[in-house]
């Protein structure tokens, strides 16, 4: 009898409450939230469980530690199919074992993916980083950009310069979630500095990313001056397409800005020629070196302040130099993020300056 009593306790709902702990990045879902999710139409991780599944059990802590590195690009999600509620989306979702691990690519609106691999962290977090569809053009030469500027004119469109290899993740996320709205993404690796520089922007430090969004039918962009986050670059993007984003007045000033620059170089150009002119006309004549002299000096005082303000980048919205990293390693960012895997190994101080995953 006592025995019975003792089952009963272990199979009781309070076993259910430890499968991920409370700490964990894993977010319980109900149908509610579910819905509320796919919605996003972002990359997420969904582990259908049952609590009292001992492979469920023994995921558990694998599928935390993919969580921590995936957070908060990739949110990783759990339902409790043991749940009355939630019985239905499990049916639904056709789950028919526990755990049942599916990843959805852009939420609803594509169809979802079964994970069949081992149930380790890395496995997690490697399915999911390279499932996020690619809803960005890739600029490799920078006579590209021009043209798919041209091509996407009613839209608004933001590019990324970065001198990464690899299109950032934080990027690839941020081109998926807004892959259905009036915003369109691109990214160029500037590797040296140098399409920065054909651009009319500042090279740049080692590891500088740009962004710039050209606003729906201009041509000239602005850049993005705020940090390089998910969240941040959300709320800006958000900001764009609702409207409250005030892209007329940076656009105008990054506008002014190419205009001066221009006439600038007008200024100096008609001036040379007056100068070449007169020195002809000097030639012919045989007289006024002093003449000639001043005028030489008006030209090179022009070009002096030219040197100044012709050069400066039309937008001037600056990026924060972030530190790069092609942080494609589990094991490393967990360490970054101080994920206490039961081997404390502090990272060396150089490793620590690295750039957070989730920034550009
Ligand atoms: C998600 O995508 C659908 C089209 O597939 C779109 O109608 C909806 O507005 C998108 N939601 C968000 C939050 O971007």
Redesign the pocket.
Same mark, same amino acid.
């Given at each position: 009898m006592k025995l019975w009593i003792a089952v009963a306790v272990a199979l009781s709902p309070l076993v259910s409450a430890a499968i991920f702990p409370k700490d964990s990045h894993v977010k319980m879902l109900d149908a509610k939230g579910f819905r509320e999710a796919m +919605? +996003?139409?972002e990359t997420s991780l969904v582990a259908f469980v049952a609590p009292w599944c001992g492979h469920c059990q023994r995921m558990a802590p694998e599928y935390s530690k993919a969580a921590v590195g995936l957070h908060p690009l990739i949110p990783t999600y759990a339902v409790d199919c043991d749940a009355d509620k939630n019985k239905k989306l499990c049916a639904n979702q056709d789950v028919k074992g526990f755990p049942t691990v599916k990843l959805f690519p852009?939420?609803k =609106?594509l169809p979802p993916m079964l994970y069949e691999q081992e149930r380790t962290a890395s496995g997690f977090y490697h399915f999911a980083t390279r499932r996020v569809p690619k809803a960005f053009t890739k600029l490799s030469q920078v006579g590209e950009i021009a043209s798919w500027v041209g091509k996407h004119e009613t839209k608004h469109r933001a590019l990324l310069l970065t001198k990464d290899k690899k299109v950032p993740l934080l990027w690839q996320v941020l081109a998926n +979630?807004? =892959?259905?709205?009036a915003l369109e993404f691109g990214t160029h690796r500037d590797k040296k500095g140098t399409s920065s520089a054909a651009m009319g922007l500042e090279a740049g430090g080692k590891t500088e990313s740009k962004v710039l969004l050209y606003p729906a039918g201009s041509p000239t962009p602005i850049r993005y001056d705020g940090l390089t986050k998910l969240d941040s670059l959300s709320k800006f993007f958000d900001s764009v397409l609702d409207g409250t984003a005030d892209l007329e007045a940076q656009l105008e000033r990054a506008n002014k800005k190419a205009e001066k620059a221009e006439k600038v170089e007008e200024k100096v150009k008609e001036e040379s020629e007056e100068k070449e002119a007169s020195e002809e006309e000097k030639e012919v004549a045989g007289e006024g070196e002093e003449k000639v002299e001043t005028t030489k000096k008006a030209v090179e005082k022009k070009e002096g302040e030219c040197v100044e303000s012709c050069e400066a980048p039309p937008p001037t919205m600056g990026v924060p130099d972030s530190v790069p990293a092609d942080a494609d390693d589990l094991e490393k960012i967990l360490k970054d993020s101080g994920f206490d895997d039961g081997q404390p190994e502090p990272a060396p101080a150089a490793e620590q300056k690295e750039r957070p995953k989730d920034e550009l």
């Open positions: +919605k +996003k139409n852009r939420g =609106s +979630k807004y =892959s259905n709205t």
